[in-house]
Nanobody
């Protein structure tokens, strides 16, 4: 069974930076990508960024130019590097693994195969 464990959340001031990490244990499907969702005020989860099994990266518009994603296959770990954080970036961030990605979905369910427990990002002014 695959488990995803996030770390790196915390509190930062507006304009600051954080890096989230997610390590997968177990065996992911060969075509499985990894990525990050975050919870919205409507209690859904929106896709933030993902990286495919062959290393292609995708970053959603609200964070484009500020967030980047990377992956260390040897460590089965994906990183979300968040720069110039804004108040609207605050919330629960979930690590997800799957081969098909949804723009918005129910958190910790909604058709995505594997979810972490989430890590909290707080942005203060």
């Amino acid at each position: 069974e695959v488990q995803l464990e996030e770390s790196g959340g915390g509190s930062v001031e507006t304009g600051g930076s954080l890096t989230l990490s997610c390590t997968a244990s177990g065996t992911l499907d060969d075509d499985s990508g990894m990525g990050w969702y975050r919870q919205t005020p409507e209690n859904l989860c929106e896709l933030v960024s993902r990286i495919t099994s062959d290393g292609r990266t995708f970053v959603e518009d609200p964070v484009k130019g500020r967030f980047t994603i990377s992956r260390d296959n040897a460590k089965s770990t994906v990183y979300l590097h968040m720069n110039n954080l804004k108040a609207e970036d605050a919330g629960l961030y979930y690590c997800v693994a799957d081969s098909v990605w949804l723009g918005r979905t129910r958190c910790r369910g909604g058709g995505m195969k594997y979810w972490g427990e989430g890590t909290l990002v707080t942005v203060s002014s």
